[in-house]
């Protein structure tokens, strides 16, 4: 009942299942036709029995019914699933209670692959970490709103330093606030403040968008001026807290190649 376009009824069809719709709509149990089926994407699941199917045919049909809501954000609560069997001999009816529960989708970021640098090149300046870093959230309209970001080196030496290196000439990085298109989207904590080994925590503003989020790490650099004496591999990880303060982590390799200073 309230069925919605984002309802779908359908059958259980994978390969232990006795029941199968076809391309033409057709229904069939342990592959022998027995009946056709229309509708179920947003609209009632018609199933039309041939004369020969039996009440196992019917039981087993209604067992394999299958219910799934494509939305990003279902309506919560107790949906009724309506059974209704039309037979020579009477209708029958049965009502079955469905609860849809909403689950929260992380935030991702996708792209943070491994980096390779020479220990001259970050050692003299800075070096982005991850300039095609992409961030998406199926539960959001764009908004990434008032959450925090917070990237940590694993063993990290007083000569590292992250830092947001603006790489848009829309951004711009004044003193521990970061704006967008004249917007402030975003600061720099001032204990977590990315200098001499320390993580880099970003507090985001309401306003703050997931575009915004995306050009600000893909603007996160990394300088070490820290003399190696072979190769070396660091991890960084990125701690995501969304304005619901649901955490994910991510993490990154980055490799520094040993070279005469």
Do not use: C, W
């Not at 919560?76 to 001999?89: K, M, P, S, Y």
């Not at 609860?99 to 980096?115: A, C």
């Not at 959001?140 to 290196?165: H, R, V």
């Amino acid at each position: 009942s309230d069925i919605t376009d984002s309802d779908t009824l359908a059958f259980n069809e994978d390969a232990s299942s006795p029941v199968h719709v076809d391309a033409e709509g057709i229904l069939y149990y342990n592959d022998i036709p027995m009946g056709t089926v229309s509708g179920g994407e947003g609209e009632t699941l018609n199933i039309e029995l041939y004369e020969m199917a039996s009440l196992q045919d019917v039981q087993a049909v209604i067992e394999a019914l299958t219910y799934q809501n494509t939305s990003d954000t279902p309506p919560e609560g107790a949906r009724e699933l309506v059974v209704q069997i039309a037979t020579n001999n009477g209708d029958v009816e049965e009502r079955f209670e469905l609860n849809v529960q909403q689950s929260n989708d992380p935030i991702v970021l996708d792209h943070l692959n491994v980096v390779n640098f020479q220990e001259n090149a970050i050692s003299h300046s800075p070096q982005l970490l991850a300039p095609i870093i992409s961030v998406s959230d199926a539960d959001s309209e764009g908004l990434f709103g008032a959450g925090n970001i917070e990237i940590s080196i694993m063993n990290a030496t007083e000569e590292d330093t992250l830092s947001i290196m603006s790489q848009f000439s829309e951004m711009i990085v004044t003193g521990q606030n970061i704006f967008i298109d004249g917007v402030n989207v975003a600061s720099i904590d001032q204990a977590s403040n990315g200098n001499s080994g320390n993580a880099l925590k970003l507090d985001f503003i309401q306003v703050a968008t997931l575009g915004h989020v995306e050009m600000i790490l893909q603007s996160l650099a990394l300088q070490s001026t820290t003399e190696l004496s072979s190769d070396s591999t660091r991890n960084v990880t990125y701690k995501v807290v969304g304005e619901d303060n649901e955490e994910v982590i991510y993490s990154q390799q980055v490799n520094v190649e040993d070279q005469e200073l």
